[in-house]
């Protein structure tokens, strides 16, 4: 007998399924075909038609080819699920069944995390796969929003222990099964909803830890601003839970990466700064503007960054969180290590701490009296820096961001800086121990580590905190603070505004600053210590913009020119990072600065170290060029000086003497030129470029710009390649019009940095792009005509 044809509309929709139901038992009144349920079901989670739920199959089919195919019994169990979660339904057996779906999962999810996948290769469709399979995702992400749904003018409600079987049940799926969590992504209502189920401190972590997977994988950044009530939802977390908030911000406000790498280059990034004009504030900085808007936000992370670990939450609320952290496997790594060193201390001491089993609590919700032991230090330290470094990271992000004088401006008031330089000692750079804090599949020396990812991100946050900006102040102590104006004084120089205009009551206490505190750790760091570049950063982010000849000798008479040379002659560094940081560090340092290259002279006393030290310079322009480009200008000013000490440099320094020779010079103005080209340039090797204008200034201040280009021209035809270099300058210096005409930072940057106005840039690179050829300054003048090619189009859409 043929079926009877499906009516339009749901009624098409009922027929599908129906004929698909059929096709999955083999027909009408046929057996199920073997291996053919699954494939449905999987074409239909992909189509939306279908098989696509439990609840299309009888529960007698599902039990009989339960006993064929060993899925746990979880399809019935969904199938039961879906019958016992209606929206008149009290939900207690649902829960019930709920607590029997949870283990299954759960079990297969920890060994999938813990890399024993023995229990998911012997299992052919594991248990994770067939609750997804079989809609069991959906169907809890129904139950979960079931609050939204009104019923005569009353919303529904369901207890915050079934939220949290949920919860669990969604994570260990998202873990094992592929796809699971961009499902979830892609239901911005549902990711939204989430959000407010942090508002009971019973489903918070649970919560924060499903909202930071599904954002880690999700297209398009979420709006914090879309959040129901995001500023009362922030404001009434206890410190404890705006730590862990701390995880989802930094998905949400840092810009979004699209992981290519042509995405890196200028010309991609100006065409980008022009769509967002148009488009308006991106999603981040619209977060982060949401974020600042939070009374007293800035200052509770400023508070939590500076707390000390004996003000950290008590023993007992700590081991509760780490209770329920255990079913949370992002975190099980990291208590995997807290519980190891845990027994390590314990064992040592010869005391035990006792934990109590999952759901061993009082009345008032915490650990039994046998929980209350005293917990071990280093576990104590470990909670305190997982939680720093996600503030820190936040903090970071903020003030690089849009409102950064606004940041700035809280950071100081909060003291952060001062805060920080108390901890540097005990916490953030302190002795490690014979077994120091790692996770679970590392080691102590991976840039995953706790311990590792602190100091960086504390030296990132001091890199941002002093780039041009005059509250870098704050990082020393007034005994310090002094000492910069006895230095002026001594000089017989003005005393730099920004030191005057410093609150003293914001700067830090004790006998050291936190700059000081960093030079003493920098020069004791071993040689291929992976901090050395992220320590040389924030260094050289203090010293950055206009000259200071006193922030210099503040540095110079605590060894760090010595320090340098050190590492980058005797210990023969190998690493391009560190050299390029060591480089750029050595150039601020020694820029205009006669007892820098007296210093310099004296530690490279022989030729051999100076061929070493010049050997490393060539060995990788784009990571030594800030160094010539510095040297160069402080050998323009000293040519102009009438100073005996001055002269006697000149006579003496290696250094200086070298780069004053033209084909020196040359050389370096060949090689800067050739290694960039305008499809490749980055905000890394985008410095070669002003390198060579900076060259090419002083010449032309001394009226030998024709010689210099008459020189690379007659370099041009000595490589058999004939305009093949200068071609490729006249298109970089176009790009260089459009970058930074339009980019006032930038060309306030390269003013401050060489002490040359920013009208004399222009005035030179307008020179050198002049069309006319009788122009001896022209590019095009020093073209042959057979081989011009300066029209070239390298704007990207």
Same mark, same amino acid.
């Given at each position: !007998? ?6 339009a509309?749901?009624g ?14 083999g027909g009408?009144?046929g057996?199920p075909?073997p ?7 999987r074409?239909?989670?992909?189509? +939306?038609?279908? #098989? ?7 529960e ?8 064929q195919?060993?899925w746990?019994?979880?399809?019935q169990?969904?199938?039961k699920?879906?019958a016992?979660s209606h929206?008149?339904?009290d939900?207690?057996?649902c ?11 759960? !079990? ?7 890399e024993?996948?023995?229990?998911t290769?012997?299992t ?14 959906d169907?809890l992400?129904?139950i979960?929003m ?8 009353q ?9 949290k ?5 969604l994570?260990?799926t998202?873990?094992c099964?592929?796809g699971?969590?961009k499902?979830l992504?892609e239901?911005n ?5 989430? $959000?407010?189920l942090?508002?009971s ?5 649970q919560?924060?830890t ?16 879309e ?7 922030v404001?009434?977390?206890?410190q404890?839970q705006?730590?862990? $908030?701390?995880?989802?911000l ?5 810009e ?9 280059t200028?010309?991609?990034k100006?065409a980008?700064h022009?769509k967002s004009?148009?488009l ?5 900085? %619209? ?10 936000f ?11 670990v004996s003000?950290?939450? +008590? ?15 992002d ?9 190891r ?35 071990p230090?280093? !576990?104590?330290?470990m909670?305190? %820096?997982?939680y ?11 003030l690089?961001?849009r409102?950064?004088?606004q940041?700035?401006?809280m950071?100081?008031?909060?003291k &952060?800086?001062?805060g920080?330089?108390?901890l $540097? ?10 077994s120091?804090l790692?996770?679970?599949g590392h080691n102590?020396n ?5 311990? %590792?990812?602190l100091?960086?991100?504390?030296l990132r ?8 900006h ?9 005994q310090?603070l ?5 230095i002026s004084?001594?000089?017989?120089i003005?005393?730099v505004e920004a030191? #005057?205009?410093?609150?003293r009551?914001?700067?830090c206490?004790?006998?050291r600053?936190?700059l ?11 040689a291929e210590?992976s901090?050395?570049f992220?320590?040389a950063?924030?260094?050289?982010s203090f010293?950055r913009?206009?000259?200071? @000849?006193?922030d ?13 040379? @050190?590492?980058?002659v ?6 391009r ?9 050595? +150039?601020?340092?020694?820029?205009f ?12 006393n022989?030729?051999?170290k ?19 480009r510095?040297?160069?200008?402080s050998?323009d000013?000293f040519?102009?000086?009438?100073d005996m000490?001055?002269a006697?440099?000149?006579s ?8 004053s020779?033209?084909?020196t010079?040359m050389s370096?103005l060949?090689?800067l %030129?050739?290694?960039?080209?305008v499809?490749?340039l980055t ?8 390198t060579?204008l ?6 032309r201040?001394k009226?030998?710009?024709?010689? @210099?280009?008459?020189? #690379?021209?007659?370099?041009e035809?000595?490589?058999?390649y004939? +305009?093949?270099?200068l071609?490729?300058f006249?298109?970089?210096l176009r ?7 339009h980019?006032d930072?930038?060309?306030t940057? &390269? ?7 920013f ?5 030179t690179?307008?020179i050198?792009?002049?069309p ?8 095009v003048?020093?073209?042959?005509e057979?081989y011009?090619?300066?029209d ?6």
């Open positions: !007998m043929a079926a009877a044809p499906a009516a509309g749901a098409a929709v009922r027929g599908r399924r129906s004929a698909a139901t059929v096709a999955a038992w009408w009144g057996r075909r291996g053919n349920i699954l494939l449905q079901l074409q239909g989670q992909l189509t +939306g038609r279908g #098989l696509v739920r439990a609840v299309q199959f009888t007698t089919f599902l039990t009989e080819r339960d006993k195919s060993k746990s019994g979880i399809p169990l969904l199938l699920l879906y016992t929206l008149h339904s939900f207690i057996e829960q019930n069944i709920l607590k029997e779906i949870s283990p299954l999962l759960s !079990m297969e999810a920890m060994a999938f995390v813990t024993d996948r023995k229990l290769q012997e052919t469709y594991p248990n994770t796969y067939i609750f997804d399979l079989f809609g069991g995702v169907l992400v129904e979960l079931r609050p939204t749904i009104s019923i005569r003018g919303k529904l409600k369901i207890s915050d222990e079934m939220s079987d949920c919860l669990s049940i994570y260990n998202c873990v099964t592929e699971v969590t499902r992504a239901k209502d549902f990711v939204i909803f989430l $959000f407010t942090m508002t401190k019973k489903t918070f972590l919560t924060a499903l909202i930071e997977d599904i954002l880690g994988v999700k297209k398009e950044m979420i709006r914090l601003d959040v129901p009530n995001l500023s009362s939802l404001s009434n977390f206890d404890q705006l730590a862990n $908030f701390c995880r989802i930094a998905v949400t406000i840092s979004m990466d699209t992981g290519n790498d042509d995405k890196h200028l010309l991609a100006n980008q022009k004009l148009s308006g504030p991106s999603a981040a900085e %619209i977060n982060q503007a949401a974020l600042l808007s939070i009374p007293g800035v200052e509770r992370l400023c508070k939590l960054a500076t707390r000390k003000e950290s939450t +008590g023993t007992a609320s700590f081991l509760q969180e780490l209770e329920e952290w255990y079913t949370w496997l975190n099980a790594l990291v208590l995997d290590a807290l519980m060193v845990a027994n390590e201390e314990s064992e040592h001491n010869q005391a035990s701490t006792v934990f109590p089993p999952p759901g061993a609590s009082e009345e008032n919700g915490l650990p039994h009296t046998s929980a209350r032991t005293q917990l230090q280093s !576990m104590k330290i909670h305190e %820096i997982m720093k470094l996600e503030v820190l990271y936040v903090l970071c992000v903020l690089m961001g409102q950064r004088n940041v700035h401006r950071i100081a008031e909060f &952060l800086i001062p920080l330089n108390n $540097f000692d005990k916490l953030i750079w302190r002795k490690h121990s014979a120091a790692v996770l679970h102590q991976c840039d995953c580590s706790p311990d %590792i990812t100091k960086i991100q504390f946050l001091l890199q941002s905190f002093s780039d041009h005059e509250n870098k102040y704050l990082l020393l102590n007034n310090e002094n000492e910069l104006s006895a004084l001594k000089a017989n003005p005393e030191v #005057l205009n410093t609150d009551s914001l700067v206490d004790g006998k600053g936190l000081t505190r960093l030079l003493q750790v920098m020069k004791k760091e071993p210590s901090f050395r992220w320590q950063r924030a260094v050289e010293l913009g206009t000259t200071s @000849y006193a210099q000798m503040f540095l110079l008479k605590r060894g760090l020119l010595e320090h340098i040379l @050190y590492c980058i005797d210990s023969e560094c190998k690493s990072d560190v050299l390029q940081s060591y480089f750029d560090l050595l +150039g601020e340092l020694m820029k600065n006669v007892d820098a290259f007296k210093r310099f002279n004296k530690y490279i022989t030729d051999a100076f061929q070493v030290f010049l050997k490393q310079i060539n060995s990788s322009l784009v990571d030594s060029n800030m160094l010539v510095c040297v160069t200008l050998l000013r040519e102009n000086q009438v000490k001055v006697e440099v000149l003496e320094c290696r250094l200086l003497a070298y780069i020779q033209v084909p010079q370096f060949f090689r %030129i050739n290694i960039i080209h499809q490749t905000q890394e090797n985008v410095s070669c470029l002003n060579s900076v060259i090419l200034m002083l010449a201040r009226e030998r710009l024709p010689l @210099y280009l008459r020189l #690379l021209q007659r370099m035809h000595s490589k058999k004939p +305009g093949f270099l071609n490729n006249h298109n970089l790009f260089w019009q459009q970058h930074y005409l980019k930072k930038d060309s940057c &390269l003013e401050n940095s060489s002490c040359i106005s009208s004399y840039w222009k005035e690179v307008s050198l792009l002049n006319d050829r009788q122009s001896p300054s022209a590019l003048s020093y073209i042959e057979p011009m090619d300066i070239r189009d390298f704007t990207e859409e």
